[in-house]
């Protein structure tokens, strides 16, 4: 008895459900104008949805693989862009052993036109000191990288970026010497892809090392006649055994008196991980917002072919 029941209650649903679908057909075909007109606002809505989700996702991917790059476990002080004096190599020195960094990195980037053989063009020209590992998986294609001793002596070497060494393989007369700015160095070797980053994020810089020119510090071209430990530079890049002494690291030199340190001051000090977790609260703000505009886009849209169909 109770199956007879609960087989008649199923058909009566399935009945219902039948009915239901052949009446919205018919509303649907009583007037062919507005139908296409409330499916087209439909995909309307869906498109601005589909548009928005696309624009964050791209945008979070850029942001996560930018901060990843730069190093959740280094910390990086920044010269402002402004008049005041920018960070020096030899500053850069002691603030490392200060907060006890395991490495460091200094960097000074400027453009230069390059000269490989009679083509010449404009090129990043990144003036190094340190180890590259601090923050890149920098590898030689061939010949070798900068060491320690070359910023030391200054001396007139260059390492080619993997685009830069490819344009250099297609000259017609392929020497051991390239050009920036009017100075010449001679070729040592050339990296192999790092993939670096076109825009910046976060206050840091953009380091194009494929397309780049690497050069000793204190040999690039236009490098000031004065001591070592009084290069300016673009950017130190401290590296830490872990994220979390990284972020104490920077809290450290945030306390230092006179504000040179900081947010407002001339050498910003950036921490990628503080910089990732700020993000990522600022995303969940984000998300909710764009449920709502989901929800709002939804309604109008239902609002709208209601009144088309009424």
């Known amino acids: 008895m109770n199956r007879?029941?609960?087989?008649?209650?199923?058909?009566?649903?399935?009945?219902?459900?039948?009915?239901?679908?052949?009446?919205?057909?018919?509303?649907?075909?009583?007037?062919?104008?507005?139908?296409?007109?409330?499916?087209?606002?439909?995909?309307?809505?869906?498109?601005?949805?589909?548009?928005?989700?696309?624009?964050?996702?791209?945008?979070?991917?850029?942001?996560?693989?930018?901060?990843?790059?730069?190093?959740?476990?280094?910390?990086?002080?920044?010269?402002?862009?402004?008049?005041?004096?920018?960070?020096?190599?030899?500053?850069?020195?002691?603030?490392?052993?200060?907060?006890?960094?395991?490495?460091?990195?200094?960097?000074?980037?400027r453009e230069a036109s390059v000269s490989l053989g009679e083509t010449a063009f404009p090129a990043p020209v990144l003036a190094v000191s340190g180890s590259l590992r601090t923050l890149v998986a920098a590898r030689a294609r061939e010949g070798r990288l900068l060491a320690p001793l070359d910023a030391e002596r200054r001396a007139p070497y260059a390492v080619l970026g993997s685009i830069l060494a490819e344009r250099h393989a297609r000259t017609a007369h392929r020497d051991a010497l390239v050009s920036a700015g009017g100075v010449a160095y001679e070729v040592v070797g050339s990296l192999e892809s790092v993939r670096s980053e076109a825009a910046s994020a976060a206050g840091l810089p953009v380091l194009d090392w494929d397309r780049a020119l690497l050069v000793p510090l204190g040999a690039?071209?236009?490098a000031p006649n004065e001591p070592a430990e009084r290069t300016p530079l673009s950017a130190a890049v401290l590296r830490f055994a872990s994220p979390e002494k990284a972020l104490a690291a920077a809290r450290v030199l945030r306390s230092l008196p006179g504000a040179r340190y900081g947010e407002t001051g001339a050498v910003k000090v950036i921490s990628p991980r503080e910089t990732l977790r700020q993000w990522k609260t600022t995303r969940r703000s984000l998300d909710r917002l764009l449920l709502v505009v989901g929800a709002l886009t939804a309604l109008s849209a239902m609002l709208s072919i209601s009144n088309l169909q009424s």
């Open 4 to 109: 007879r029941l609960s087989g008649l209650r199923v058909q009566d649903e399935a009945s219902a459900l039948s009915r239901a679908f052949l009446l919205a057909l018919a509303a649907l075909r009583s007037d062919r104008v507005r139908t296409r007109a409330g499916i087209l606002v439909v995909a309307l809505s869906m498109a601005v949805l589909v548009a928005l989700f696309s624009v964050l996702e791209r945008s979070r991917a850029a942001v996560l693989s930018r901060l990843e790059k730069a190093g959740l476990a280094n910390l990086w002080l920044v010269s402002a862009e402004t008049e005041a004096r920018p960070i020096e190599s030899g500053e850069a020195r002691r603030l490392a052993t200060l907060v006890a960094a395991s490495d460091t990195l200094l960097v000074k980037v």
């Open 220 to 222: 690039e071209p236009g």
